[in-house]
């Protein structure tokens, strides 16, 4: 594909089940980001996969959150035991290589936990 | 690690009035800086960077900013502002020593008739 893409677009979820997000990035773009937005804030980073290094989990909000990525493509975002907090719009970017790079953003996939 | 303070959550003015949408960066190395924009319903895109060379970086849609490393600062101008611009606008840092990025917290405006 020319972009982005995300999956699912929209997910509802009761409080305490496991969820799933996943991301196709940009062929070639080794670079891959996670973010999340909260209802009227800011971009808050979760993690960052560049190549075949250990990625940068230093903002992720608590041990419930982990993610994959499989060599340079696709990424999985895993939340365990869902909180209402959890409820915001999940954003994948992804870049070549370097911090130069513009970002490419998907369109996100929006969480509501009740 | 890097970080971005964007000084206004909200930025109300009216059309074809001058804009600045201010930004400060902290970090211990060099850095990349950039400027995007989100408007409603829509996905987040490139608006400019600066990576090194002149200060003054002109992006889309009529918007500039200047990079000032005495001031830490990056910030958004625009001389006249339409409706359209109106969107939330983020500003990010980038540094040499690593590939992740920072976004500020966002700074809405909101361009009144």
């Known amino acids: 594909g020319a972009g982005v893409s995300q999956s699912p677009s929209n997910k509802v979820t009761e409080k305490g089940k496991d969820v799933e997000l996943r991301c196709d990035p940009i062929?070639?773009?080794?670079?891959l980001y996670w973010y999340r937005q909260r209802l009227g804030q800011g971009l808050e980073f979760l993690i960052y996969f560049q190549g075949n290094s250990a990625p940068d989990k230093s903002g992720l909000p608590s041990d419930r959150f982990s993610a994959e990525r499989t060599g340079e493509s696709v990424s999985t975002l895993t939340i365990q035991r869902t909180q209402q907090e959890d409820s915001a719009v999940y954003l994948c970017a992804s870049s070549l290589s370097t911090a130069q790079e513009t970002q490419y953003f998907g369109p996100g996939t929006r969480l509501l936990v009740l | 690690a890097q970080s971005v303070t964007q000084l206004d959550s909200q930025v109300p003015v009216f059309e074809e009035a001058p804009v600045e949408l201010r930004c400060n960066y902290s970090s211990s190395v060099s850095v990349y800086l950039f400027w995007y924009v989100q408007y409603p319903n829509q996905g987040l895109q490139l608006l400019l960077k600066?990576?090194?060379?002149?200060?003054l970086v002109k992006g889309i849609n009529g918007f500039e900013a200047e990079f000032n490393k005495s001031q830490t600062s990056f910030h958004l101008r625009k001389p006249s502002v339409h409706i359209s611009d109106t969107a939330e606008y983020f500003c990010?840092?980038?540094?040499?020593?690593?590939?992740?990025?920072?976004f500020g917290a966002g700074t809405r405006l909101t361009v009144k008739p």
């Open positions: 600066y990576l090194s060379g002149s200060t």
């Open positions: 062929s070639g773009h080794t670079a």
């Open positions: 990010a840092v980038s540094d040499l020593n690593n590939n992740d990025m920072r």
